[in-house]
């Protein structure tokens, strides 16, 4: 009970907010204001008995404050009942993406476990492989969700050491080749001369180059042409990646680096996404000492780009 | 035995739920977006179409509602496989005219094929 009476810890316990947002202790604000208003205004009103009109100014000020105050508490209610929404939006949609791997590993075990199929070598090692590849799907997924609440955490180590961007995105370019074939567009990859390392945590900075490539093959449509370029420009590089496809909405553009955020017109196109990508991908590039970008038109394509300080022997 | 167009863009779903089927004697064809299913369906003519819901280029609803309209395919029973389970979803497949509605992580492999196989001309 007396836990109660701590108003910052029950902020921060229950609501995960600061005090400054939190409908507990604004309200308790609230309750103080109106109480002193309320005096204020009794004071005011038997100081100035001959003259109403001071009196109604002091009751008009007072209710303007009340007032603020009240919109103010409204405001933090409808953050965490957003936050609460954003919650079942999220289990929901990694509910789903768990679903489908676990379903296709489901599957290939029940495959397996057919006489007519598992007699089958070609059939059995393809099976194989379709497990194989669905239990690092899951891996991944629940890696991501981990570095996510890290990140929520504030507790994401990053290991920078010098790293060859230009090799890792020509094999990354290499390994979305097929998922580019199936839709028949061509990717091209244009790297300025001697690219220098960067300095960046290699693990991490795939996940950023996988991303942007795979969303660029993703939302592209047939025939689409992406344009991979590695730009080096003084103490910096440059990743771009330009593509043709679906485009964001104008009015969605400022939401696009936020957590579980996925432009409205994805959903025909491709069902795959935890809306997850680009919220890291912002905070590995930024926690890199780098920026991070983009320009989009709906139905003309994407660009999205990111900067990193190459690597000096002062960098480590 | 019977011949069935499968639309789902999943390779490793499509791969295994193929097999199977093809285990159970069926003739399959395949497809990996909505509108090359759709194209399939009108030229195959098949015994059932076996739909998903998040597709691309034309998802699964546009895909059954285009089967039902048109006059040739409206009579192909379409058992919609997918992973959406929201009431709002079965009720809008329903109301488009599928004739079973799946949720794929709660089936084997062999229960989807016995799904399938009610639903074909020749069981009812």
Known sequence: MLHKLNVRAVCREEFNVSVWRCPTFLFIVMGVATITGAVASSLFATQYADDPGVAALASLVVAAIIFTLGHIVIQSLTRILEASRMKSKFLNIISHQLLTPLTAMKWSLNALETDGIASDPKEREDIYRIFKENNLRMVNIINTLLDISRIDVGKVQLRPEPFDIAAYTKTAIAMHADDCAKKTCTMTFAPDDDIPPVFADPARLRIVIDNLIDNAVKYSRENAAIVVALKKDGGTVTFAVTDTGIGIPQHEHRHIFSKFSRASNVFPVEGKGLGMGLFLAKFIIEASGGTINFESREGVGSKFWFSLPAYTRSSS | ?124
């Open chain 2, 1 to 124: 035995m019977a011949t069935i167009v499968l639309i789902e863009d999943e390779t490793a779903l499509q791969r295994t739920l193929a097999a199977a089927l093809k285990d159970a004697g069926h003739t399959v064809v395949t497809a990996s977006d909505g509108a090359a299913g759709l194209a399939l369906a009108r030229e195959h003519k098949p015994d059932a179409v076996i739909l998903d819901l998040i597709l691309p280029k034309m998802d699964g609803f546009s895909v059954l509602e285009a089967l039902k309209k048109d006059k040739t395919t409206a009579h192909i029973p379409v058992v919609v496989l997918t992973n959406l389970e929201g009431p709002e979803d079965v009720e809008r497949v329903v109301g488009l005219g599928a004739t079973t509605y799946l949720v794929k992580a709660n089936y084997d492999l062999s229960d989807v094929v016995n799904k399938v196989e009610e639903v074909l001309p020749r069981a009812q």
